[in-house]
């Protein structure tokens, strides 16, 4: 018997590792993308880490499971601008820290900004904060891909 419970404790105890080791891999694979969202009306305050390799699991079976009339639905049309946001997206894990825009209006303010190979993005308003952060490598990756569904 103390065999058997030595046996099955090993066996858990692998089983654990494993899962951790996986959960780690697809971590370090991808990247994290966050959304942290507070509502102090609501009394909401969510912390979401979002594996990437969730998100690029989407994006390359997302051609698949769409018809072409949800893809067509899918109207990007940045007219004379799309050149330059295909240039940027290329470019955004190589160039340095900047401010994309920022905007301040009475006591709501909006911040979008590249810092330290991370695109973050920043809302308040009075009673809503909202932070969203996704390393620049995946932005560029999954804008290639939403790019050739269209």
């Not at 920043?122 to 995946?138: N, W």
Request: glycine share 6%.
């Amino acid at each position: 018997m103390k065999k058997f419970l030595t046996f099955f404790a090993a066996g858990f105890a692998v089983l654990i590792l494993s899962w951790v080791v996986l959960i780690g891999a697809v971590y370090a694979w991808g990247g994290v993308m966050t959304v942290h969202v507070q509502d102090r009306n609501e009394g909401l305050n969510l912390y979401l880490p979002v594996p990437l390799a969730v998100v690029d699991v989407a994006m390359a079976t997302g051609g698949l499971v769409l018809s072409r009339e949800q893809l067509l639905d899918i109207d990007v049309d940045l007219g004379e601008w799309e050149p330059m946001m295909r240039a940027m997206v290329e470019a955004l894990d190589d160039c340095p820290d900047f401010t994309l825009v920022e905007v301040q209006d009475g006591s709501e303010h909006v911040k979008v900004y590249k810092e330290h190979g991370v695109l973050k993005i920043e809302v308040d308003e009075e009673d809503v904060r909202v932070r969203v952060s996704v390393p620049t490598r995946a932005v560029e990756r999954n804008v290639k891909r939403l790019a050739r569904w269209i």
